[in-house]
């Protein structure tokens, strides 16, 4: 059954690498949109008091300081794993309503039956802490799911 706010052409399964992961169901073509990041929504006020100790990588922080929680509210788009070079991204959009979407699409085409991964780059005060370490087993895998110094 699809998930609202998710393409019908993936679908939400285990994953090898994580818990769930998003897999193409069909093959896609580059930019493909997977679906939208739903969830719950913190101003960057309401953001900044609020202590993120739990379902960490399903927070997804925009430009303008807003984070959303996909853990409260998402859709499948929150079971996307990390890979340290990925198929996918996340693309803000402006609404008419001058707020932002985070859409998820394809960065390439994608075989039928393979994962979708986007690259966290965390925001996070220390890249080298054990809870962000990357095991993603990618050539260049920088050993973090943190954004690098140099990315931010
Ligand atoms: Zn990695």
Known sequence: MPLPGLSEAVEVRDSAVHGRGVFARDGLARHHVVG??????????QARRRRWDHGL?????LSDGTVIDGAQGGNGTRHLNHRCRPNCEAVEVRRA???LDIVIRTTRRVAAGRELFIDYALDVDDPGAPEYRCRC???GCRGTMAAMPATR
Do not use: H, K
């Open 137 to 139: 087993g990618a050539r």
């Open 36 to 45: 939208i990041y739903e969830g719950r929504r913190y101003t960057a006020a």
């Open 57 to 61: 990588t399903y927070v997804f922080g």
């Open 97 to 99: 309503d001058g707020g």
